[in-house]
Nanobody, 124 residues
Framework: QVQLVESGGGLVQAGDSLRLSCAPS????????MAWFRQAPGNEREIVAA????????YYADAVKGRFTISRGNAKNTVYLQMNSLKPEDTAVYYC?????????????????WGQGTQVTVSS
């Protein structure tokens, strides 16, 4: 049962920007910590960025640090991933995930709620 809906993916060129959005399809996720993961063909799903329930604490994978920014909407019910200076190696399906509680985790097994993913393709 899909709980989260991602949008904003697409095909861009290296150096371009994209903004991904994640919104709940049924319940509210304002009381959940949230994260973005990605999975490229043949690779395991990996953490990209995470944000605490309050929005005060964030985490970034080394590969995206300084280029991506995770944030929450004013009602804390939506989460965004601003992706700048995109590289071909950022090509993947990007998934939004939520975990109950205030703190985020970097382990995907800690997240009970997932979206269906949105494709991001960066051409060189």
């Amino acid at each position: 049962q899909v709980q989260l809906v991602e949008s904003g993916g697409g095909l861009v060129q290296a150096g371009d920007s994209l903004r991904l959005s994640c919104a709940p399809s049924r319940r509210t996720f304002s009381n959940y910590a949230m994260a973005w993961f990605r999975q490229a063909p043949g690779n395991e799903r990996e953490i990209v960025a995470a944000i605490s329930r309050s929005g005060d604490d964030t985490y970034y994978a080394d590969a995206v640090k300084g280029r991506f920014t995770i944030s929450r909407g004013n009602a804390k019910n939506t989460v965004y991933l601003q992706m700048n200076s995109l590289k071909p190696e950022d090509t993947a399906v990007y998934y939004c995930a939520a975990t109950s509680g205030s703190r985020y985790y970097t382990n995907l097994n800690e997240y009970a709620y997932w979206g269906q993913g949105t494709q991001v393709t960066v051409s060189s």
